[in-house]
């Protein structure tokens, strides 16, 4: 994965280079998003947190892991960490923000998702249709993104 910082570049892409690194950056997204949400998911429920402790510790660490991944690439590229930071919230914050509720709604509102252990098949249901939700939900947001020239992730 590569970053580029396209911000007031003056052009957007065609319409199918905008498609694919908006698909790159909701995978990108859906990678961190969902990496934090399983482990804050898995340790709240290892530790018998109530279900409203435990979808904000997935929440938070959704966060997280998604500005962490977005960070690598730019520190790697040479960016300066203050400058990466700056970079990656702009680029990143809506994107988790919408990934994020979109999960968290399909998670508290599809029966049994809530109730289940971790070693029932309908929390992975659960966790399955949340992601895929997420997906869903924050791909036309980094679509917009990347043809503003403020997302460009491949």
Excluded at 82 to 90: D, L
Excluded at 100 to 112: D, I, S
Excluded at 127 to 134: D, E, I, P, Q, V
Aim: net charge negative; glycine share 12%.
């Amino acid at each position: 994965m590569h970053f580029h910082d396209h911000t007031n570049s003056g052009h957007s892409p065609d319409t199918t280079s905008q498609l694919s690194l908006a698909h790159s950056a909701t995978w990108h997204c859906l990678m961190g998003c969902g990496l934090g949400e399983i482990v804050g998911v898995v340790i709240g429920t290892a530790l018998g947190l109530p279900s409203l402790y435990t979808l904000i510790l997935a929440v938070l660490l959704g966060f997280v892991f998604g500005f962490a991944l977005g960070l690598r690439p730019l520190l790697r590229a040479g960016f300066d960490f203050s400058r990466a930071i700056h970079q990656v919230f702009v680029a990143e914050s809506l994107s988790i923000v919408v990934m994020e509720a979109t999960e968290v709604l399909v998670q508290v509102y599809t029966p049994g998702v809530m109730e289940a252990g971790l070693g029932h098949w309908m929390f992975w249901l659960g966790m399955t249709l949340a992601l895929t939700a997420g997906y869903a939900a924050a791909f036309p947001v980094n679509y917009i993104l990347v043809g503003k020239g403020i997302r460009h992730v491949h």
